[in-house]
Each structure stands twice: as C-alpha cells, then as structure tokens.
C-alpha cells in the first residue's frame, strides 16, 4: 500500500489549504475546505498559460482601494511585480494567496468579489508559484545540507561506539526557534562548536576504550558499618541529621536528601563508565498513603542529577533493580518521595529522636549494586573498536595491552576501515582510510603508543565534516536521494543515529529503495527501542515538552509537584504518541481519547482510582472524564504553565501554534505585557477581558484566549481544578535547610473555563471544547503531517509541497487513518525521498 | 620586536606580590612610548531585573533623591550613573525570558521565526583587543553554562561557573607532566582541524552550490578554532600570574544564590589587575531554589512575578538588595585597586543590567542600566523617554569607543550616548 507512486503521479486533490502563518478559525478551516482551488489539474511541470487578466480583475475590483501606494496596511500591490522569480515577489504573493484562499481578505466589510474572477485568479497564482517554487527546488534541491543536532551526534556516538551518558553538554545549546534544531537554515556553526566537538569525541573514546584491570563487583553498600551513615545517625538536625535511623539492619529514612544515603560516602567507587544493575529491597514505613522509593544519581562535578527510577512501596519488603550508565564520578542515593508528615501534622525536624516519629518514611534493606555489566574484558565495545587486536593483562595488571600481530600502523588501519563506513553512513574508499590512518604516523614515531596514536585517526573520523553534515547527496542530474543519502535520513529520522549494518548493506546492493523494502525497515525501526528517541526527541520540540523544567511552581502551593510526578507527567505523552504508532490509532486522538496513560502517581493526580504500581499503562476513560487527548495532558499543562499561575494567552496561543500550525502573529511593536495582579479580586480572566476592549488586540485575542479560557480548568501541574489555589499567607518556616512538603493554601475563587470560539460555539468546559476541535481535526492531521516533514528532512514545508501533504493528507482520511500510516506515507513522500 | 616582560619573571626577581600596581615595563608597548592603563569593560546582569519603584529616584540630574536600592551603593555614588529609558527594540520574543539571549546582543525578536542570535558587545571588544590577554574575555555565569556572550555567529559561549575551575585556569601553572600533556593536545587538536579543513574543501566539491554555505561556515569555525589553540598555545609557554589568594572552593547548593555570585565577582578584580583579560561578563542566573537568605521562602523567579502583593514584594527586595551588596562590593575592590596610580576602577567601565525592565510582566523596555566607572563623569541619574526609549545599543558603542573599537554603530544603535 505504501508505494513511491506519490513522485510519479500527482494525483487530483480539492481541498484547499491553510498553513500560513496568522489566525484561522475553524469556520475558516470549513470555508477553505469547501473552496475548490482545482489546481490540482496543473501538474507542476506544466506552464501555466492563462494570462493573468483574472487576477487583474480581482486586484483592481476587490484589493486596490485599501492596498495601494497609500496604503497603511503593510502591503502595496502597486509596488510587487509579478516577477515570481523574485523571492521577495515570491514570499509576498504567497502571502497574498493565503489571505484570499482563506476568505480573510478582502474583509467581510468589502463586496464579495465574482467567484469565478476569485477562483481564476487563485488558480493562476498557485500555478505559478508551484511551478517557481517546484523548479527551484528542482535545481538547487529543497533542503540544505544540515549539520547533526547536539542530541543526534550524542546519539551518533553512543551507537557508533557502545556507549552511553550525557555527552551533548560539550556542545553548545541550539539555539531556541519556532522549528526543529534539525532545519539547516535555523542552524549555527562557530568554533565553539568546533571545541565542543572535539571535547566530545575526547570523552567519548575515553569511555569507549577501557583497558584498566577487570573490575569485578558485585557489592553491598555497608550502611550497618558505614561512619559515615552513623554520622548523620548522630548528627542533630540543626547540622544536617537526625532525618534518618536504625533499626536492626535496616536504615529507616523520613527526608529523600542527596547526602544520608550517597553511595560514593557509603563505599562505592565507580570504577569505569559502564552500565550497572542496582537492585534495592525496601518497603514503606507507617505508610498511610502512598509512598514511593526512589533512586536519584548525582554528579557533583558535573552539576547534574536525575530520577533513576521510582518505585511503590508498602509495608511488604519488595526488592526492585534498574539498570543504569554511570560514570566515575557519579554517585546515587536511595531517596524518598511523597512522605506525610505525622498524623498530628509533626514533621521530623520537631519530633526528634528519629525514631519517635510517627510520620511516612521508606525503610532500606539492602543496596546491591553489580556491574559494570560486561560479558568480556576488555569489554565488547572496546574489543569492536580494534578488529583484529586480541588483548592480554599487562605484567603488572594495571592494564590490558594489545597483542598485535601486524604492525601498529596495519592495526589502525583496520580500526579505521571498520569505524569509517559507519560513522561516514557510506563505503569509504581505500584512499580515505590509508589518508585517515597516516594521521597516526607523527605520534606512532613520536613512540605515543598503539592506542595513543589510534586515538589521532578515530578521532579525526568522530570530528570530520562528513560524520557532521547529512548532504542529502543525490543520484546523477536528479532530486532523488542516493541509496546511502536516504538509509541516512531514515535513520536520522527514527534512531536520531546513523544506519546499522542493514541499512548500509541494503543501501550498498541498492534495494532500500524497493517501496516494500522500505516499508519493511520502517516497521522494524520503529519496533528497535531506539525509536524512543525520535518519540521524546520529536515531542520534546513540537510540544515544547523540553521546557518542562523552565519555570517552577511555588512548592508550597503545589506540594504535590515532584521528580515523580514530572516523570510520570511527561511519560504520559510520551507513551501515548507511541501507542498510537504501535496500533496505527487515528491522528484525531491527539484532540480527544478514551483512553491514557498512566501510572498510580498520576492517576492519583488525576483522582482516577485503581490504577496500582509505578508502570505506566493503557487506562480507558470514563464517559465524563475530562481526560482524553493531548491538551489534558498534565505535561502540556505544566509547560503552557508561568511557574505558579496560568495564564490564557500562553495556552491558547499554544493551542493554535503547536496543535493546529496557526501561530498567530506576535503582537505589534509597543504592546506591552499585562502585568499579572494576584492581590485583589481580580481574575486573569477579567484582567483579559481588556483584550477584547481593545480593537487593536481583539481581532487577535478573540482566536487565542477562548481555547486558553477552557484550559484554565487545568492547574500549572494538570490537576483539574474548580477553584484557584490561594496562598493562606501563613508563616512559612524557612530556616536554612529545613525545607519540607508543607501545604499553604486555601481554596479561592471559582475557575470559569466557559467561553466562546472565535466563529461563535459555545462551550462550557474542557468537553465541549474538545468536541468543537473536533471540526478541525483534519487541521490537526495536516499540521502532524507537516511537522513530521520538516523534522524528518531538515526543511520546512514549503509552497510546492502542500499538494504533497493534501495527498498524505487524503490517503490517511484526513486524520482518521493511523499515525503509523501517516509516518509510512511521510517517508514515501516526494520531499522525503528527495534532496 | 619588543617582547615584554612576564609579570611574574619580574615577581621572582623583585619578590613583591601582585597586589602591587603593574609595572610599566610589562606593558607591551612600552619602548614606544608610555601609555595609559588599558581600558577594560565589565557586563554585569541580573536576569530577572530589579523592581522599578525600588531603584528609579523621581529627580533626575547630580542631586537624585537616593531610593532604597541606590543607598545600597551610595559610598560610590560619585563612581556611577544610573540610566532609565533605555531598552532594545522589538523584543518581543517566543518566550517571556527570551530576552536573556539578547541582553548583549540587541538582535530583534529573540526565539521567533528563523531566529539567528548575533555579536554581543563584549565580545565585540573581545575581537578588537584579540591576543593582548591570555584570555580574550571570561565569560560567567552564577548557577550554569548558559551566558549572555555570543560569538560574531551568534552563538553563545559557554560560562564558567565554577570558580576553583576559573581560578586555576587563570592562575595555576600546572604540573610540568600536565603542561606537556596539554601541549600534545593542542599540538594534536591542530593537526586534526587541518585534517579537517583539508576533508571540508574535499567535500565541498562533492555538494551541491547552495549546500556551500553551510560548509564554509564550518570551514570558517575551523579556521577560527585553529587560531584560538594556537593562541592559546603561545600562553602556554608565557607563566600565569601568581596571586595572593586562596583557590575559592565551589559552592554547589543552588540555593546560595548570594554566595555563588559572591564568588565570582571576587575574581574579577583578581583577573582585571593580572591583565589575564580585559573584557569580562556575568550572568546571575535564576537558581530555580529558594535563594538561602534570612525572610526569604520563596524561589526568586516565582518572586519576580510579585502580581504586587506586598509580601512578595518584601521578599523580592531582600533578594535584590543582596545581589546589589555584592555589586557595591565589587565596586569598592575595584575602587581600592590601584594602576600606575589610578584606580582600577577607572580604566574599568563596570555595567549592571538586566533584561527586564519589569519581570512582574516581562517588559524588556526601560531597563535598569548603572554605569560605574571607566572614567567617565559619574553621580548622575539620567532618564530617557519612558515611552519613547533610547536604545541601550547607543550606550554600546559609547562603552566599545572608549575601548579604543572603531565602532559607529552596534546592533540597533542610532548614535552614541552623550556620555562626559
């Protein structure tokens, strides 16, 4: 089903489009769809021979009084040529398109201009810009070579090399847009970069090569004969302690801090990067709630920490393990989340001693940790970097050191015709790998040692322009992508990552262009666990989802709000993109479900009983639940959230930029912010109700604020609310340190999330709204579709490509079809197979 | 060609510690004729601004009314001048905070479509004074590696917040073993970026003519990259300055927020005097904690969107107090520090800002601008059109003239600021 035809045969479509860049309503949207822009019968290629006197017509009748040489508005017909080839001419004339085709110009104020004269007129324009845009695209090829993101070459390296752990902080942040990282005309290159790149690739094969003894672990961390656990045992709470105390063998903590259980200070070294199984046995003491043990590492150098792994516990003892990547400078810590305090509301700081408290704590048993997992030594990775070489312990046994049977400079060359292909995604050729490895040749004399000098070749290969720069190269005097230029976009686009060795070796006997071959791989992409990568990568930018950790809410407010419940929030929406590939669900579940997922943490948060366990799964609604679909995601809530407060613009402009790809335009220069007042009676919704006073901010803010106006039923942490929280302006202990889950606040005023759409539906909640996005469902398709081009091949979408995306959009029934489907159709798709 | 004198070959031999003033001989054009002091430029900013009513007095002109926060500097009150109406056009940006990235910079519309950052100012005067330093500018920030220096690309360069690792870049020599080893690095990073620029030419012939840009911009970063290591291996065989004072011990705790810019504004005077730069900025960052200070219990960017309850307010204004303190203190080290007879203080133009002229709201306009030092005529409030701003990238060029850059104009600027 999923066949190449889409390059040869354009077939007839009649729906009209909206991608431009200001505000549509969903009438709109309907309008559009109605309007038969028959341009379909153009093929590109064709030259368009009507004379233009429609278009003439349409001008003079219906556009020149309000836009000529005097205008006000920011156009002047009387100045734009029709020298399409002019990307100024071009851009304007789109724009132009774009306002008559959506029945925004000329304004309902104006006389309707003839149908016939409109529709002659569009079609010619739309003719001619196709055909410029489609030839330019022809000769210099639609998109730009583009360099890998930070996380693709983090990515790049990790599979390149067997590795793991955070190697994107060398890099230089992208730069924040509107797009993807991945859109060469969005991308920058300086010598920071540069450095960063070197640094990277530096760490990189530090970890990767490993020929320190074979360390062999399987430890118990000895908190029974550890000083220093006894000392915070000891210590008072003043300095520090007394938040943790014995019992038998077992550790029993009341405060999740970074220092009590930290396994660097309790005896373990990490002695080599590598992947570890740490395996904890634990249960919750005087649980009266719910209560969960966690497992937190941290690395004090690098500034940096993260949630391992969560777990529920009870009072049965339950030994759970999770495998991990640590580096030696790392350390983890068994920790403690969603404590209660003593049901006299005590809390461990004033009910000393430790073991008189009668509050929620988690209880330690045992903390195993083995590992670094390796099936050989020196380990496999470190083995596959150096074909060829056997390894044996050093007199000494500090180190392994190579057996070589040939000479050094043989040695790397293997180790250069091995890693080349892989990272370069293409057959490298003798001349290269002999240039690559005399880079060895000034260190091997300088007597730097076999692996010293092997560094020089593989690193250069890690650093060099063409690991660096996808080039989309393409096949003699055509658009097409080269077999090995399309295994690369692929993987790009699925694993973030080069090909393995079934997409370079079907790229090499040149099948991977066989639509049934390509079908095939990408199923089995999308099954490999690396895919996780494009989900929470393509969602972290689409969704904003990267910016969970921007603003922070008041902790005092918004106790409830934790690593564990960030976890489980953005797991959510990760989980749920990801069923709706693996069952091929409709796209119009992105608008409404009925289903989620969730774990018992966030079923909680959401009051959804019987739903037990830290795992995530597949939960079906109620007929009244307010979930369902993208927008109840407590994630979206949190990132469309200012820190404590929500506010309506935020979310609805959100609505119409990252769901329907309708940003609306910026506000006008000197328009300033409102400035939020929480001390009075006052509402953000009356504060809003300006907007609507204001001609100059109500067209705008009548489309952006009623979408924001029904979320509002969503606190700055997904729960559903019916009141606002106020602070009880108590006094709040804040003594160095002495930090706890305290709540502060009182219930206030009433949230009111009914409103009106711009085009007039009436809705009194989350539900109703919900069920009028439902009209535009084929705009939540068609902005999917388009989002998955842009960051499938590094360019945006652009005017020759709608009818490219109308087509994807028909085959996949306007959003009814799967998003399996639709990712099948994307990678088949002319802009997709071509540069 | 006249080869100066390393600072401290001249210590060893005369046995006095750096706290006295530099020599004139260890300037490098000396035997030429003598100059003045080499000008410097410090950029400060606060990321969440400092609340308008607590630091804008109503009069203007040299007999200001003090306000809260200018008492908190006013033993330097004849050392700087305070500046309102001043911001960067066209700020509007994706995100609220957005306008971080474009402080130094000016560039228009932060984070909207097809955003590319552009040059900020010091590292406009940065590229003027090129290799006269060790380091051609640091680069600080309170709490991570974001900064608000941008490279002539538009790409931001990494901050150094941990000040141990600052203090032993600047001024710890290294065993011999890991300067050898360092000098193989570089040695070696050379060669592989000649590789490289050697690969980049070769593929360059394999894309297509629209694809080259992309390929000469990375030719370029190499090119550029290659001459700041062998920059940077020239100072490798010249000694780093020794100073008296103690390797600071990082603070890790976010939460100590006052501390941690403490800390790295002890170093710039520590930098300035040993000339190891000339063109330094820090950012104070929002530490996502609630900052460690008696009366505070809130996190300060919460705070920043006070929605003018009063106690909030209070908070906020204990926070930004202290981060003023310790500006005032910089102020007095670098006032105490004396150069050929002159302050530091005076050959140094210190700048603290921010990028919000009003967080409650996110208002990049009329933005609080102190002006200390770098020898001008200070003890002045001047205000600028509330409504009307003048553009801040006019005090810009103003700063990057008195830096002896021939510049006429920066980013938005419409003319210099008259300045005495």
Redesign the interface.
């Known amino acids: 089903m999923f066949s190449d035809k889409c390059i040869a045969n354009r077939s007839v479509t009649n729906k009209g489009y909206v991608y431009f860049?200001h505000l549509q309503t969903a009438s709109d949207w309907q309008q559009v769809a109605v309007m038969t822009l028959l341009l379909s019968l153009l093929t590109t290629r064709q030259v368009v021979a009507e004379a233009p006197s429609a278009l003439n017509t349409l001008l003079q009748n219906s556009c020149i009084n309000c836009h000529d040489d005097n205008t006000e508005t920011g156009l002047d017909l009387t100045s734009i040529d029709r020298n399409f080839q002019n990307p100024r001419t071009f851009n304007s004339w789109i724009k132009i398109v774009d306002r008559i085709s959506s029945g925004e110009m000329p304004p309902a104020s104006e006389p309707r201009p003839d149908s016939q004269t409109q529709a002659d007129a569009l079609r010619f324009l739309n003719g001619k810009l196709i055909e410029v845009n489609y030839q330019e695209q022809q000769k210099?090829?639609r998109v730009?070579?583009?360099?890998l993101s930070r996380m693709e070459y983090e990515h790049t390296l990790h599979d390149l090399l067997g590795i793991n752990g955070e190697i994107a902080?060398y890099l230089?942040?992208e730069?924040?847009?509107?797009s993807f990282d991945v859109v060469?005309?969005?991308?920058?290159?300086?010598?920071?970069?540069?450095?960063g790149i070197?640094k990277a690739a530096d760490i990189a094969l530090d970890e990767a090569i490993q020929l320190g003894p074979k360390p062999n672990m399987r430890r118990e961390l000895d908190y029974r004969n550890s000083k220093y656990m006894q000392m915070w045992i000891e210590r008072s709470v003043r300095r520090g302690g007394g938040t943790v105390f014995r019992d038998k063998d077992d550790l029993i903590m009341f405060r999740g801090e970074n220092y009590n259980l930290r396994s660097d200070a309790n005896g373990l070294r990490i002695p080599i990067a590598g992947k570890y199984r740490i395996s904890v046995t634990g249960s919750a003491y005087q649980p009266r709630s719910s209560v969960t043990m966690s497992l937190k590492r941290q690395n004090?150098i690098l500034?940096d920490s993260e949630l391992f792994a969560a777990w529920d516990v009870d009072e049965q003892f339950r030994t759970v393990s999770t495998i991990k990547y640590l580096r030696p400078d790392d350390y983890f810590y068994v920790s403690a989340d969603e404590l209660e305090p003593a049901p006299d509301g005590g809390i461990i700081y004033n009910s000393q001693p430790a073991n008189q408290f009668k509050g929620e704590g988690v209880r330690v048993r045992q903390v195993i940790v083995e590992g670094p997992l390796e099936s050989t030594w020196p380990p496999q990775r470190t083995r596959d970097l150096f074909p060829g070489v056997s390894w044996a312990p050093s007199a000494n046994g500090r180190h392994y050191r190579p057996v070589t049977t040939r000479t050094h400079y043989e040695h790397i060359r293997d180790a250069v015709a091995s890693l080349a292909p892989k990272a370069f995604r293409r057959p490298v050729s003798e001349q290269e790998i002999e240039e690559l490895t005399k880079?060895a040749i000034?260190?091997l004399k300088a007597k730097?040692g076999f692996i010293a000098s092997a560094r020089?070749a593989l690193?250069?290969i890690l650093?060099?322009?063409?690991i660096?720069?996808l080039?989309?190269?393409t096949v003699p005097e055509a658009t097409r992508l080269t077999e090995h230029a399309l295994a690369s976009r692929l993987s790009y686009f699925l694993w973030r990552s080069p090909p393995d060795d079934e997409l370079r070796q079907l790229a090499n006997s040149g099948k991977l262009t066989d639509s049934k071959i390509l079908d095939a791989q990408v199923s089995r992409m999308l099954a490999d666990k690396r895919s996780d990568r494009f989900v929470n990568d393509f969602l972290d930018q689409w969704l904003n989802l990267d910016?969970i950790?921007?603003?922070?809410?008041?902790?005092?407010l918004y106790p409830e709000y934790d690593d564990v419940l960030r976890r489980a929030m953005l797991a959510e929406t990760r989980h749920f993109f990801r069923h709706l590939i693996d069952e091929d669900l409709a796209i119009s579940n992105l608008i409404h479900s009925d289903f989620t997922f969730l774990n018992r943490k966030l079923a909680e948060h959401y009051g959804i009983a019987n739903v037990k366990g830290e795992e995530m799964r597949k939960v079906m609604l109620g007929e009244d639940s307010v979930r369902g679909g993208l927008l109840t995601h407590a994630s979206i809530a949190k990132v469309t959230a200012?820190?404590?407060?929500t506010t309506p613009v935020k979310r609805g402009s959100f609505v119409l930029t990252n769901l329907l790809g309708l940003p609306p335009a910026?506000?006008p220069?000197g328009v300033?912010?409102?400035?939020?007042?929480?001390?009075g009676a006052t509402t953000i919704r009356e504060t809003l109700e300006k907007h609507q006073a204001v001609e100059s901010c109500s067209a705008c803010h009548q489309k952006i604020d009623p979408p924001g106006f029904a979320l509002e039923c969503f606190d700055p942490i997904g729960n559903y609310r019916e009141r606002y929280r106020v602070s009880k302006?108590v006094e709040?202990t804040?003594v160095?340190?002495l930090?706890f889950l305290h709540k502060d606040y009182d219930l206030g005023q009433q949230v009111d999330c009914t409103g009106r759409t711009a085009d007039g539906l009436e809705f009194r909640g989350i539900r109703d709204f919900k069920n009028h996005l439902m009209n535009s469902k084929q705009q939540v398709a068609r902005n999917l579709i388009s989002k998955l081009i842009t960051y499938a091949t590094g360019g945006e979408i652009q005017f020759a490509d709608r009818q490219e995306v109308e087509r994807i959009l028909d085959q996949t029934e306007h959003g009814e079809s799967g998003l399996r489907t639709a990712i099948h159709h994307v990678v088949h798709c002319r802009m997709f197979r071509s540069? | 060609m006249h080869r100066p004198i390393s600072r401290r070959t001249a210590l060893r031999a005369s046995g006095v510690a750096l706290s006295l003033p530099l020599l004139d001989v260890m300037n490098p054009t000396f035997g030429f004729e003598p100059k003045d002091p080499p000008k410097r430029m410090v950029l400060i900013s606060s990321a969440l601004g400092l609340l308008p009513e607590a630091l804008f007095p109503k009069t203007t002109g040299t007999d200001y009314e003090s306000t809260e926060y200018l008492e908190l500097l006013k033993e330097h009150r004849e050392d700087f001048t305070l500046y309102s109406g001043l911001s960067h056009p066209d700020q509007t940006g994706k995100e609220p905070h957005d306008t971080e990235m474009t402080f130094l910079t000016a560039a228009i519309n932060p984070g909207l479509g097809g955003f590319k950052n552009s040059i900020s100012v010091d590292q406009v005067a940065a590229m003027h004074l090129s290799q006269a330093t060790r380091f051609r500018s640091i680069t600080l920030g309170s709490n991570t590696r974001e900064s608000q220096s941008y490279d002539m690309n538009g790409v931001m360069l990494p901050a150094d917040y941990r000040p141990s690792k600052i203090f032993s870049k600047l001024f710890l020599a290294g065993s011999p073993e890991e300067r050898l080893s360092q000098k193989q690095q570089l040695a070696e990073g050379r060669s592989i970026l000649d590789t490289l620029g050697d690969q980049t030419k070769k593929l360059n012939r394999r894309v297509s003519g629209a694809d080259r840009k992309q390929l000469n911009e990375y030719f370029d970063a190499i090119r550029t990259a290659e001459q700041e290591l062998a920059s940077s291996g020239q100072w490798l065989d010249r000694p780093k300055p020794t100073v008296e004072a103690e390797i600071p011990t990082d603070i890790t705790d976010s939460s100590e927020l006052i501390g941690k810019i403490r800390e790295l504004m002890n170093l710039i005077p520590l930098i300035l005097q040993t000339d190891s730069s000339r063109v330094v900025s820090l950012m104070i960052q929002d530490h996502s904690a609630v900052p460690n200070i008696d009366g505070v219990r809130r996190e300060h960017h919460p705070l920043s969107h006070h929605g003018q309850d009063p106690s909030r307010i209070a908070e906020l204004k204990i926070i930004e107090s202290q981060i003023l303190s310790t500006f005032s203190d910089l102020l007095t080290k670098l006032g105490q520090n004396t150069e050929r007879g002159s302050r530091l203080l005076d050959h140094t133009a210190v700048l603290f800002g921010s990028n919000l002229g009003n967080a409650n709201a996110h208002d990049p306009k009329n933005l609080p601008i102190i002006l200390a030092g770098g020898g001008y005529k200070h003890g002045r409030y001047v205000a600028h059109d509330p409504n009307n701003n003048t553009p801040l990238s006019n005090l810009f060029v103003t700063l990057l003239q008195r830096m002896e850059v021939e510049a006429e104009r920066f980013a938005t600027s419409t003319g210099s600021l008259n300045v005495i």
């Open positions: 860049s210099n090829g730009r070579s583009r360099r902080r230089p942040p730069t924040k847009s509107d060469a005309a969005r991308q920058e290159m300086s010598s920071v970069h540069v450095k070197l004090d500034g880079l000034p260190s730097h020089v690193k250069t650093v060099s322009p063409e660096l720069f080039t989309n190269e910016s950790d921007d603003t922070t809410p008041d902790t005092y200012n820190g404590s407060v910026p506000p220069p300033g912010s409102i400035e939020p007042d929480t001390r302006g709040r804040a160095t340190g930090r540069q």
